[in-house]
């Protein structure tokens, strides 16, 4: 019996221990409970901190190092907000603290991010002066000037839109102060050229004028593009016809260059060595041109007595190759008298 209870015991004690442990990790997650570090406590003046509270984190490019220790009121109206950041976070005088939004139920917390200034690395307690800081975007004023547009939109559409403004100008104030400047700008250069529009607005008032006059002509013009329009769909028919034949001409033509390629690629290579060889006997090629005419003038002259040409036998000799390749002419026929006689 002794044993049995003992056992119950222990178990018990277990099962507490256990629950306890359980109990006290929620505690420490849902409490944002950080144990075991050492943290450097800074100071950072705002004009306003709007949302924010003791126990909101303090991020580094969006990594938690530290927590808002305390906020308080100065007699100039600014806001003294106390803050601890880890011993490997360095600051500098260059530091700048901004309050932004964690979510779209109003939490904040407090970023800090190094702009310009000195590099000289600030001493804990030391303070962040007001012109390094910035307050959270008043998302009220903000969302309130969508409210029109929101009224519009389903609750869901509403929250996605909420959400991709937050994103779109939280930290952006240089980015829309631009934007701002120089729309102010464009409006001044307008204002300065409104001579300019007016003159443009007479002017196009003028062309205005003469349309409406002339109303009878722009109709009929109107009106004749319908027909030519009409005419054309009527033919539509013809016109996709001749499209396809177009396009079969077309492929035929493309076979006919395929199957020419080589035989022209052949006559574009004769035609290269021919004329080389011409280039090379030009002296030949020119005489031989020169005297073209006059010979088919003496052929035309022998030509007239029909479609044969005489000729009469002066001389028959022949020519043979001698002993070392000497020419040797031979004379087998020939007459001094008649047409043959030496002139």
Known sequence: MNKTLRRILWRLVVYVTVCACFVMAVFAVFGEFRFGRHEKVYNAIFTSVSGLKDGNFVRVAGVEVGKVRKISINDDGTVLVQFGARDSVVLTEGTRAEIRYQDLVGGRYLSLSEGAGGMKRLEPGATIPIERTAPALDLDALVGGFRPLFRALSPDQVNALTG??????QGQGATINSFLDQAAALTSSLADRDRLIGQVITNLNSVLRTLGGQT????????????????????????????????????TITDLLAQGRAPLKKVVTETDRTAGLIVADYDYLD????????????LGRLGLYGDFFSFYLCDLILKVNGKGGEPVYIKVAGQTSGRCAPR
């Open 287 to 298: 005489n031989l041109l020169a005297t073209l005419p006059q010979a088919y003038q003496i």
């Open 216 to 251: 009878g002509q722009l109709a009929e013009a109107v009106d004749s593009l319908t027909d030519l329009l009409e005419g054309l769909e009527a033919r539509k028919t013809e016109f996709a016809a001749g499209l396809a034949h177009a396009d079969a001409a077309a492929a």
């Open 164 to 169: 991709q403004l937050i994103a779109a100008f």
